[in-house]
């Protein structure tokens, strides 16, 4: 205690003045504590740094996946509207030609009739 005295800056306490030693020259060990402790925060920081990249490496990718998916739902899409409009202009031509069919039928019917009667009166002729 009595060198502490000594080497005290007058008008302080001997255990300030110790305090201010350990301060102004710091223990060695307690330096190595102090950087593992900084590289263990260190190891920390890489962690959490590598696992947001790694969610945003995996948010790109489903982001890419989605916008794949929306392209080729478009296209499907398209493809489809494309589909069903040749299947409805395919539809209109069968009942154009059903129609038209309809009117040779009857044509038909109206031709046959027409050669019926010539038969009866040609048969009615040669009867005579």
């Known amino acids: ?5 000594r080497t005290a800056v007058p ?3 001997a255990g300030i003045s110790s305090r201010l030693r350990r301060w102004l020259r710091p223990d060695p060990a307690a330096e190595v504590a102090g950087t593992a402790a900084a590289v263990d925060l260190r190891g920390d920081y890489e962690r959490v740094f590598a696992q947001i990249g790694r969610s945003e490496f995996e948010r790109v990718l489903v982001q890419r996946h989605a916008d794949a998916a929306a392209a080729f739902a478009a296209g ?5 509207d ?3 409009a040749e299947v409805e202009a395919q539809a209109m031509a069968r ?3 059903e129609a038209q069919l309809g009117q040779q039928r009857a044509a038909a ?3 046959a009739a027409g ?3 010539w038969r009866a009166t040609a048969e009615a002729e040669a009867g005579a």
């Open 76 to 80: 499907t899409l398209a493809e489809a």
């Open 11 to 13: 008008g302080q306490d």
């Open 109 to 111: 019917g109206t031709a």
């Open 115 to 117: 050669l019926a009667r």
């Open 82 to 84: 494309q589909l069903r």
């Open 1 to 5: 205690m009595a060198a502490e005295r």
């Open 95 to 97: 009942a154009a030609a």
